[in-house]
């Protein structure tokens, strides 16, 4: 099979963790599992200096033609004064906007080798491997009317409102359950349906969906503040988690903090089919383009290779290449290798290249 895949590897220590995964596409395309044809564009602060936008139409055209987009991480301090519909944000804001973005990826994993550094007990984390699906597009965010009322006499009243449709929940359920059946086959859902009407539809719609074509995975229906108790209590029992856009923030970034540190966790974002029946998608570090250590090659490449190796798994349909990537990961850990991020006494501190030359060896 052959791929097409446009890089973004956009501003600071974005360039540094995109330049391993570089190295292996170069990998996956010598084993020849499958044909990875790669372009590189610009987006974000570099973009901006280069043509005045942080994404121009060219390269939104080539992320509209490619099968998966991976990005780096955009921003940094450089571009603080930029105006709002300029500054690099805006070109992430169009990727999601454009390739309609509406499930949100984002795995918890807690490598052995890091379990002392999660926030959480290590026998509560160690080997924790759990996915996130949160609803993207809809929900409080961008629901209508959303605004601040003077009411006169100091007085205010701001207004967000929760909205979802059913093809929107019944959308995200689908991929939630799709990731399931290649996972743990177990899928939460979790809502506030005691308080919220959104919860009662979201309850609803996941189970019809459920009923009519996936009976095969597991359904267990959680309220959203029971989730984020037991993500700190016992955060193994969880396999995937499907929710909506701002439980779905809170949880994310509650679960992240069980895996230890932020230069170790990937994402993908999943949109509308294609023409070509191909879902469209982008893989993304969680973490931003760090300014504070660009250009030093100290930058933790996990979280992107983690990304590339989900892209595989996800997009390209190659699983068992995903995990020869994936595997070395845990391997280099154990070895006792850190970048800076992720120092630990006893270990040896590496930067980008060494971290990158260290996953390529162990690359069964
Ligand atoms: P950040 O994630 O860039 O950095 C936070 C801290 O974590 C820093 O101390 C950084 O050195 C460290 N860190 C992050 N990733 C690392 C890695 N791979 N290896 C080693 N250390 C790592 O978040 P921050 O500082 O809030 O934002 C910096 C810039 O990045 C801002 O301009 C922000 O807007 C942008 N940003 C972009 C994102 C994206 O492109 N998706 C996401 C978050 C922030
Ligand atoms: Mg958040």
Redesign the pocket.
């Known amino acids: 099979a052959s791929y097409k895949l446009l890089l973004l590897p956009?501003d600071?220590?974005g360039t540094e963790?995109m330049g391993e995964v570089s190295r292996l596409i170069d990998w996956v395309n010598d084993s020849g599992a499958a044909t990875i044809e790669t372009e590189t564009d610009l987006v974000g602060g570099c973009a901006y200096d280069d043509h005045g936008e942080a994404i121009s139409d060219a390269t939104m055209k080539t992320a509209l033609e490619a099968d998966a987009v991976m990005l780096g991480?955009?921003?940094?301090p450089k571009w603080d004064g930029v105006a709002y519909d300029k500054r690099?944000?805006a070109g992430?804001l169009r990727l999601r906007k454009d390739l309609e973005l509406f499930a949100n990826l984002r795995p918890a994993i807690c490598y052995p080798a890091l379990a002392d550094a999660s926030s959480l007990k290590r026998e509560l984390v160690d080997g924790l491997d759990i996915m996130i699906v949160r609803e993207l597009t809809g929900g409080v965010y961008f629901g209508e009317p959303k605004e601040i009322i003077d009411l006169g006499g100091g007085q205010k009243r701001a207004v967000d409102t929760q909205v979802y449709e059913t093809y929107e929940i019944e959308r995200i359920a689908r991929v939630a359950f799709d990731l399931a059946r290649k996972r743990g086959n177990l899928v939460h859902s979790a809502e506030k349906r005691n308080v919220m009407k959104t919860g009662v539809l979201w309850n609803e719609v996941v189970t019809q969906v459920h009923k009519a074509d996936f009976a095969d995975v597991k359904l267990e229906h959680i309220l959203a503040d029971n989730c984020a108790m037991q993500l700190v209590r016992a955060p193994k029992q969880f396999d995937v988690i499907v929710t909506d856009n701002l439980f779905g923030d809170v949880l994310s970034d509650e679960a992240a903090m069980a895996t230890g540190s932020?230069?170790m966790l990937p994402s993908a974002s999943l949109g509308a089919t294609d023409d070509k029946g191909m879902r469209r998608a982008m893989y993304?570090?969680v973490?931003?383009?760090?300014?504070?250590?660009a250009g030093k090659g100290?930058?933790?490449p996990i979280?992107t290779i983690a990304s590339f190796a989900m892209c595989l798994r996800y997009s390209f349909d190659m699983g068992e290449t995903a995990d020869r990537i994936e595997r070395p990961i845990a391997d280099v850990l154990d070895q006792g290798l850190r970048?800076?991020?992720i120092r630990q006494a006893g270990c040896k501190t590496v930067g980008t290249r060494e971290m990158g030359d260290a996953i390529l060896k162990a690359l069964a």
Not at 73 to 76: D, I, L, N, P, T
Not at 287 to 293: C, E, N, R, T, W
Request: glycine share 24%; proline share 10%; aromatic share 0%.
């Open positions: 956009g600071g220590i963790v991480a955009v921003g940094g690099p944000e992430l932020l230069g993304e570090p973490h931003g383009s760090a300014p504070d250590i100290a930058a933790n979280a970048t800076g991020d």
